[in-house]
């Protein structure tokens, strides 16, 4: 479909904006795009009421749109339109699914750079140096993997931009001067960025919110450590990153959680 504002998709993909559309066939005057009634034609189907909304990576790239078309209501022959708490339930799953799409994105990109690097492989003198090489770009894909949702966590938090690469540095110093072996200082350095991955999960109002938290809504924050806890898990690497997660506040949220209960 071409991104052009003549049509609902292509209006918002070009935009950004978000439309609330109570009736196709009753679009205001003077807007540009128009409805394709084609679908209804052909099949005998009434579209009637849509929210339309972008998918938006965490640097604010549309890389979808999303058109949820005639509410369902129990026993009503009529769909409704959507109302605007409906709306603003679905808005915010707009950057989740646009950073997942972000994401496999990258894994296509990945997936196209080792397969060029096994085709230089194979032509190295030693198998020696093919695993050599292997484990070092595969390491290199790993960085590039992990990093995105990282940086997806903090997006909310401008004044924190380089906050993951210095806990990422501090981890890696604190580590070498307690001694830790080179493996543990290495997987700690990239496990560390991923402390605030849980932060998604949370209300984007409450992480933009200027002044002091109420106490429901600290609450609601200290769940970032449980919602990065429950994402880590599933991944093959790196190990240590769920636990990292779930315990990096520590007694900081427990004497919070004790303090108002």
Same mark, same amino acid.
């Given at each position: 479909m071409p991104i052009n504002k003549a049509s609902i998709a292509g209006y918002v993909a070009d935009t950004g904006e978000t439309l609330a559309i109570d009736d196709f066939y009753r679009l205001p005057s003077g807007v540009p795009y128009r409805f394709n009634d084609s679908f209804d034609i052909?099949? /005998?189907? %009434?579209?009637?009421?849509?929210?339309?909304?972008? &998918?938006?990576?965490?640097?604010? =790239?549309? +890389? /979808?749109?999303?058109?949820?078309?005639?509410?369902?209501?129990?026993g009503g022959r009529k769909p409704p339109p959507f109302t605007p708490a409906q709306r603003e &339930? #679905? &808005?915010?799953?707009?950057?989740?699914?646009?950073?997942?799409?972000? %994401? $496999?994105?990258?894994?296509?990109?990945?997936? /196209? @750079?080792?397969? @060029?690097? =096994?085709?230089?492989?194979?032509?190295?003198?030693?198998?020696? $140096?093919?695993?050599?090489?292997?484990?070092?770009?595969?390491?290199?894909?790993? @960085? &590039?993997? #992990?990093?995105?949702? *990282?940086? $997806? $966590?903090?997006?909310?938090?401008?004044?924190?931009?380089?906050? #993951?690469?210095r806990?990422?540095?501090?981890?890696? +110093?604190l580590a %070498?001067?307690? /001694?830790?072996?080179?493996?543990f200082r290495d997987e700690i350095r990239y496990s560390a960025q991923l402390h605030d991955v849980g932060k998604m999960s949370v209300n984007t109002a409450l992480l933009k919110k200027p002044g002091a938290l109420e106490p429901h809504e600290r609450d609601e924050i200290i769940q970032h450590s449980d919602h990065g806890h429950q994402i880590l898990p599933h991944s093959d690497r790196p190990p240590m990153a769920a636990e990292i *997660?779930?315990?990096?506040?520590?007694?900081?949220?427990?004497?919070?959680?004790? =303090?108002?209960a």
């Open positions: 052909a099949y /005998g189907y %009434r579209s009637r009421s849509m929210p339309c909304f972008p &998918l938006t990576t965490y640097n604010e =790239c549309v +890389v /979808g749109v999303v058109q949820l078309i005639n509410r369902r209501r129990p &339930l #679905i &808005l915010p799953f707009n950057q989740i699914v646009g950073s997942a799409i972000e %994401r $496999a994105l990258m894994f296509e990109r990945i997936v /196209g @750079k080792n397969a @060029k690097l =096994c085709e230089r492989n194979r032509a190295l003198d030693t198998q020696r $140096a093919q695993i050599a090489t292997l484990r070092n770009e595969t390491e290199d894909a790993f @960085k &590039l993997t #992990i990093n995105p949702p *990282a940086r $997806a $966590a903090e997006i909310h938090d401008e004044d924190t931009a380089n906050h #993951i690469q806990t990422n540095e501090y981890s890696f +110093v %070498r001067r307690i /001694g830790m072996p080179d493996a *997660a779930q315990s990096h506040h520590g007694e900081r949220d427990e004497v919070w959680r004790a =303090c108002h």
